[in-house]
Every structure is written in C-alpha cells, then in structure tokens.
C-alpha cells in the first residue's frame, strides 16, 4: 500500500506543479497579448491625429499630436507647430485620416515598431474638391508613465 500513496503524492504534486507552470504561462501570454493590443491601439490613434488636421482647430489638433509624442518626434513637431499653423491657415486646410491597417513589426515591455497604412482626404485652397492620399508609416512608440507614446515617424515606401 505504501508504494501506491507515494505515487499518489507524487502525481499530485506534480499535478500542481504542471498547473502552476501552466497558469503563469497563460498569465504571461495574456499581458503579451494586451501589451500588443495597447501598442496597436497607440499607434492607431497617433497616425489617425497626425493625418486629421483642420485649419479652423489646428492648435488644438497639433496638441493633440504632442499629448501622444514623446522624445525627437515631439521636439520636432512642437519645433514645427508655429510654422504649420500660418501655413494651414493660410490654404484652409482640412486633412480627414483613416487608418487602413497596423501591425508590429517588434515590440518588447518598453518600445516597439509599428507600420500603419491610413488614408486621408486633403482639402485646402488649391484642391478645395479634395485630394486623395495614402500614407505609409513606421511609427516608433515607447511606453511613458503607462502609456504608449509616439517617440518616431518616418514615412516609409
């Protein structure tokens, strides 16, 4: 009887050893898995502010565009921004984005890679009928305090 109750107690602890290794397994592929919809999400919503712009709020849109950036990229665009406004106002430009498609191309806990694909209608003084294009972007995000921010954005072929 007594080699039975070892190997029960043997199959029972490692039983609970397999449901342990296994429940932190699933706990690590969860948080992957909502780290990776948080950088989509991210990157989504940065590339649908950079490429929806309006003449008549630009300083609103522009800041916008800065509350999600971070690092070279929100230097760069702030650094811009008194610029563009003249400039956007002047040709009453509206620009109207949409984001076709995302994906990762590497991601770890603090930064990743994203190409976005988006659309976006351009109005102004010169084409005030509208004017069709299509952006392709690599955005570079890294996680700030929580949030995943824009840190690059290069447009890409």
Known sequence: ???????????????????????LKLSDQR???QRRQDILAAARQSALNFTSLDYRHYDRDSRTVLNGATGDFKKQFAA??????KLVAQNKSVSE??????????????????????????????????QARTYRL???????????????VEFVG
């Open 1 to 23: 009887m007594r080699p039975l109750s070892a190997a029960l107690v043997a199959a029972t602890v490692l039983a609970g050893v397999l449901c342990g290794w296994l429940g």
């Open 31 to 33: 948080a992957a898995d």
């Open 80 to 85: 811009q921004t008194r610029q563009l406004t």
């Open 97 to 130: 984005g949409q984001v076709l498609e995302a994906g990762i191309v590497r991601s770890d806990e603090r930064s990743a890679q994203v190409l976005v694909v988006a659309d976006s209608k351009v109005t102004n003084t010169a084409a005030p009928d509208g």
């Open 138 to 152: 690599q955005l570079g995000l890294v996680r700030v305090a929580g949030r995943w921010l824009t840190s690059d």
